[in-house]
Nanobody
Framework: QVQLVESGGGLVQPGGSLRLSCAAS????????GRWYRQAPEKEREFLAT???????SVVDSVKGRFSISRDSAQKTVYLQMTSLKPEDTAVYYC???????????????WGRGTQVTVSS
């Protein structure tokens, strides 16, 4: 059974940094597409960043220059590096990835349960 588990969230002061991790566990071969979203209280879930199977990374304009997405060489963990954090970055951050279990099978999309990021002094 495949699971995506986020970690690295917490309380940080404005201007600080955090690195979120999204680790795929279970019988997996690799992550193809990795994505990060966030959802602030009383707001819709917002797409933030994606990394392609070829390793091409992109982030939305609203966080460009502060956030970046990457993955490990084994392609089983996706990261979201966040810098210059602001109070408005406070949200639950979710990873969403397409995961290949059996190398001969197609990828299946999974969501993690989220990790809370709170930016406050």
């Amino acid at each position: 059974q495949v699971q995506l588990v986020e970690s690295g969230g917490g309380l940080v002061q404005p201007g600080g940094s955090l690195r979120l991790s999204c680790a795929a566990s279970g019988n997996i071969y690799r992550i193809t597409y990795g994505r990060w979203y966030r959802q602030a209280p009383e707001k819709e879930r917002e797409f933030l960043a994606t990394i392609t199977p070829e390793g091409h990374a992109s982030v939305v304009d609203s966080v460009k220059g502060r956030f970046s997405i990457s993955r490990d060489s084994a392609q089983k963990t996706v990261y979201l590096q966040m810098t210059s954090l602001k109070p408005e970055d406070t949200a639950v951050y979710y990873c969403n990835s397409d995961v290949i279990g059996d190398p001969k099978a197609k990828a299946t999309n999974y969501w993690g349960r989220g990790t809370q990021v709170t930016v406050s002094s």
